[in-house]
């Protein structure tokens, strides 16, 4: 009995039959393709010819002789910059380019510097996503997209640097949005839109002409356009049927928001430019502060505007100025401290003038 148990107790029996334990399998390998699907980019000029997901692999600098950095020549793509720069040299061409008509591109995260063209030349880029992008000292626009496109997060600042014809900061087509951009310091303007967008919170300031230049039937909300200069430099220009609310304009040269037919512009601030809110043919204005200015707090260039309820005070010329009388505007509930409305008191388009404690009419101008 001693050897047996002896025996049991060293070679157990659960251990020798069918039921004995398994090694346990191995861990799967994994190729490099699937732990970095993505395919890198190390070295400038690079082209992307095929759709995939690409990415930078560490800071990159241009090559001179015209020569672009990254050229992108195929649909589906996105290319990750991944917080690296593109930089430039003397006679090199531009960051990024899309030579001919592509879609589905995203463009992201990272620095594109001095290049002697544009930082990223992408106006063939249709239905496409630009975002955390840094643009600066480009010789000529800092970026440019398609049409149908969504910008975000992207900062423009110092381009045009080569003076040739008027460049943008940030320049996209139609049919696009363009929320939390800055665009400043660049030689013509800052952020120009074509028809049919929306710009939202926005900045664009200290830029050779206009701040925000925008094209028919688009939005402008919450956007901040200040000392636009250039002599005619605008804080926001926007053309016919668009809505402009809840910015500010102030120390540009010339207009501070300059609208074009049947425009709607609420409570807004056009503050310390030459003249404050410019308005064409049917339009709303209503709402805003227009104090401060050199000359006009809101010029009516148009008719059958309606004026409402706007604060125009201690502007060096007037209020409000229609520049002709008798065109069906009208003008009614605004406030003017200091300088007064000017040329069109007693004509019975407008409201009165009156004086707070002895007005009777609810539509009187103060």
Known sequence: MAITLAWHLTYPAFAQGPLAPTAAPGPMMKTLQQVEPRIPISALPAAITTSGSYYVT?????????????????????????????LGVAGSGSGITVPNSVENLAIRNGVL????????????????????????NSGETGFATGNNCVVLNCTAWGNDTSENEPNYGISVGYNCTVIGCSASENDDFGIGVGNNCTVKDCTASGN??????????????GCTASANSGGAGEGIDVGNNCTVIGCTASGNDNFGIDVGNNCTVKDCTA????????????????????????????????????????????????????????????????SAAGFGYGNYAGNNDYAPTGSVSTATNPWTNF
């Open 113 to 136: 510097d001095s290049w002697g063209s544009d930082g990223v030349n992408a106006a063939n880029a249709y239905n496409s996503l630009f975002e955390r992008l840094r643009i600066s």
């Open 58 to 86: 560490t800071n990159l600098t241009g090559v001179a002789g015209s020569t672009n950095g990254i050229t992108i020549l195929a649909n589906h793509v996105t290319l990750d910059l991944s917080g690296f720069t593109l």
């Open 208 to 221: 050779g002409l206009n701040g925000i230049d925008v094209g028919n039937n688009c939005t402008v909300i």
């Open 271 to 334: 503050s310390g430019n030459f003249r404050g809110i410019a308005v064409g043919n049917a339009c709303l204005i209503a709402g805003n502060t227009c104090s401060g200015n050199g000359s006009f707090g809101i010029e009516i260039i148009g008719v059958q505007n309606r004026v409402d309820g706007n604060m125009v005070g201690n502007n060096n010329t007037v209020g409000i100025y229609p520049e002709s009388l008798n065109v069906t505007n009208s003008i009614t509930r605004n």
